[in-house]
């Protein structure tokens, strides 16, 4: 199994914009083998941004890489565009081989 995580620091205030964009959007993730779940977690917040995950499970390194490199990922992240100011930063891909 492997996890792929992407970490956004979201400005204090524009919570709701960033959930609505993910709430709204396609993934197409579950048009690729090897895909298993998906979740975006809200963690904490310092009064001037609050922490997200974007949380893929994966069958495999190589589901992942597939899906990295598919007409379905192109799709996804073409409108994937948050508002203007919302994010402060890029996120940041941190990935995970499962161990036990």
């Not at 959007?25 to 895909?35: I, K, L, Q, S, W």
């Not at 409108?79 to 402060?88: K, Y």
């Amino acid at each position: 199994m492997y996890i792929a995580m992407n970490r956004f620091e979201i400005r204090a205030g524009r919570e709701p914009d960033f959930e609505k964009l993910w709430r709204e959007r396609e993934t197409y993730m579950d048009e690729v083998a090897g895909f298993s779940e998906f979740h975006l977690l809200r963690g904490p917040g310092d009064g001037e941004k609050t922490l997200y995950l974007s949380h893929s499970t994966w069958e495999s390194r190589e589901a992942f890489e597939a899906w990295t490199r598919s007409e379905a990922f192109r799709k996804a992240h073409a409108s994937a565009r948050s508002p203007e100011g919302t994010l402060l930063g890029h996120p940041r891909l941190e990935a995970f081989e499962v161990v036990l």
